[in-house]
């Protein structure tokens, strides 16, 4: 368990930097967003629910909510995305090759994805109350060309791989391989796949390495303010079916967020403070 103090801007009677709360996301934090309308923030918080009116009765929505934890417990999560003077935040270095990669010894998550779906942009959202941290976001497919190393204090680590398919590295394999079969403080893999398109055949490559290599690892549904509830909800089931029978390394639950609007940004938080270990939750389930 990791103790955090609040940065000293969030603090009751803190002088209030308005250049940082400029800068900030109006809904990177769950305060905010408590402010919103119920209906809202029951969207924002759990992206699911808003779909589930859409959804056939015989369909098993149990899938979809194995990780549901409560508002309080998201809090406590949010607390480790905040930097302060004892839990620095920083984007730490770059690497083309496993000689280049840092030996840190935290927990370690990281995200790949083809490229253009939306790697970069979420651990932006993700890093939002700390918008000192520079995550280079581009409308340019395959610009990420190294592994980039974000350090989250002592309690974890976040790399953004290159992405694959269109515009990837050349020395792809070579980088990302390795890094994936011999990181050994790597305790998850989220494989991020675009939900207004849903899964393509390098998507497909990407989780039979995954599940080569049985390193856990999650499915992140990106983008889904881009497309309607129908194609969504087709390109969901499409992908949870490939889950339930073509893998075993796999989290059954698929990760929907959306970077522009902030949906689910709150929970794949939680769940990474979870399975890394830094923070204990009372309930990760809906009861």
Known sequence: MICL???????????????????IHKLA??????????????????????LEAYLDRSVDRTQFQL????????????????????HKINYYISAERMEHVPALKQPEVCFIGRSN??????????????P?????????????KKMNFFTVGKAFTMVDMPGYGHKAPSDFVDMVEP??????????????????????????????MCEEIRCPYVMVVTKIDKCGHGSLLTNLLNLQDVVKTQTTSCFPQPFLVSSHQF????LLRCFIAHVTGSIR????SQS
């Open 5 to 23: 103090q609040l940065p000293l801007w969030l603090q009751p009677g803190a002088h209030v930097c308005t250049t940082a709360l400029r800068s």
């Open 29 to 50: 934090s769950l305060q905010k967003t408590k402010t919103l309308p119920p209906k809202k923030v029951q969207s924002l918080l759990y992206p699911f629910s808003e």
């Open 67 to 86: 990780f549901h934890p409560s508002i309080e417990d998201m809090f406590e999560a949010e607390k480790l995305f905040y930097s302060s003077p004892s």
């Open 117 to 130: 779906v939306g790697k970069s942009s979420l651990i932006k959202a993700l890093f939002s109350l700390t």
């Open 132 to 144: 000192e941290v520079e995550v280079r976001v581009s409308k340019t497919p395959g610009h990420t």
């Open 179 to 208: 890094y994936l079969f011999t990181r050994k403080n790597l305790l998850r893999t989220f494989l991020l796949v675009d939900g207004s398109v849903g899964l393509q055949k390098a998507d497909l490559i990407a989780l039979e």
């Open 263 to 266: 949906s689910g940004i709150y």
């Open 281 to 284: 939750l009372k309930d990760t």
